[in-house]
């Protein structure tokens, strides 16, 4: 339906690049209704229970036909803890999968990104990165982490492994995060992020501000009438006040998680900016380290 709709761009009417994942993750957040095997996985829809069956060739068809700017290899990403033994058998399906992907993948006007997993182990960091570096993708992605290490060795492991990613294609660090998460990221050598942070703050009431979150439920904001911060040009921090967004929460209305969404995907599209900006004049180690003194 959505290729005979036009792809991803006409049903979302967004003109801007569109990115799609291959499932893996999905895969791995689904851990308890699945079966993985060197040739692909089965999986048991959360919906119904109906036996799905996936691999590189159908994730990269499908991907193809939702014609995306930018599209993922299928990949395996692991739980923590995973022994060393059980994280080299999804290291060399990954690097397996990739390969079928690139062999399967149909569509000149999409990059394909391959996908870097290996836990938070650095041997199979640098044998994963330099295998899908000899196949040769568009870009390349950063997986499998920010599922529960911790983040000093979530950047410990980006800044080893970017080191074996090629300068001149994008490095994508794959479901992180907070501002501190990106900015130490970007130092490490990172380009392109993705997170349901924003979104999913938004929903819960909790808004992002660079003097730290902002939880508006809380009694301190009853009959509060300033923005959710000062100087966001933002619609919700432009129309709306504090008390007015916690009473939207406290009855229930649909406005209030949509308002702290805007506000927050309005923010990390600053701190984006911010760090690019940082970058051309030549000050982002400075900056980079004073942010990085922030609790945001």
């Known amino acids: 339906m959505v290729e005979k709709l036009g792809g991803v761009h006409k049903l979302m009417a967004w003109n801007k690049p569109i990115l799609t994942d291959s499932g893996g993750y999905q895969i791995f957040s689904l851990s308890g209704l699945t079966k993985i095997d060197d040739d692909g996985v089965e999986f048991a829809s959360h919906v119904d229970g109906a036996k799905i069956y996936l691999n590189a060739e159908i994730a990269t068809k499908m991907q193809n036909r939702l014609n995306a700017d930018i599209i993922m290899c299928f990949d395996q990403c692991t739980h923590l803890p995973c022994d060393d033994m059980q994280l080299k058998k999804a290291v060399e399906r990954t690097i397996r999968w990739a390969q079928q992907c690139k062999e399967t993948h149909a569509n000149d006007g999409q990059m394909l990104f391959g996908v870097v997993q290996g836990g938070i182990n650095a041997d199979l960091r640098m044998y994963c990165a330099s295998e899908l570096v000899k196949l040769g993708f568009d870009g390349y992605a950063i997986g499998g982490l920010s599922v529960g290490e911790g983040h000093d060795d979530m950047i410990r492991t980006v800044a080893h492994t970017t080191q ?128 990085l003194k922030n609790d945001y």
């Open 164 to 291: 074996f990613l090629p300068q001149d294609r994008p490095r994508y660090l794959m479901g992180v995060g907070t501002p501190i998460d990106i900015i130490a990221a970007v130092k490490a050598g990172v380009d392109m992020f993705d997170c349901v942070l924003p979104t999913r703050n938004g929903r819960n009431a909790c808004a992002f501000t660079e003097d730290g979150y902002v939880r508006l439920r809380n009694n301190a904001h009853i009959g509060d009438s300033v923005p959710i911060e000062a100087g966001c040009d933002c619609y919700c921090c432009s129309n709306f006040s504090r008390g007015t967004i916690r009473h939207f929460f406290n009855v229930g209305e649909m406005l209030g998680p949509i308002l702290v969404s805007l506000h927050n995907l309005n923010f990390y599209q600053r701190l984006m900016a911010r760090i690019r900006q940082a970058l051309k004049k030549g000050e982002f180690t400075d900056w980079a380290a004073e942010q």
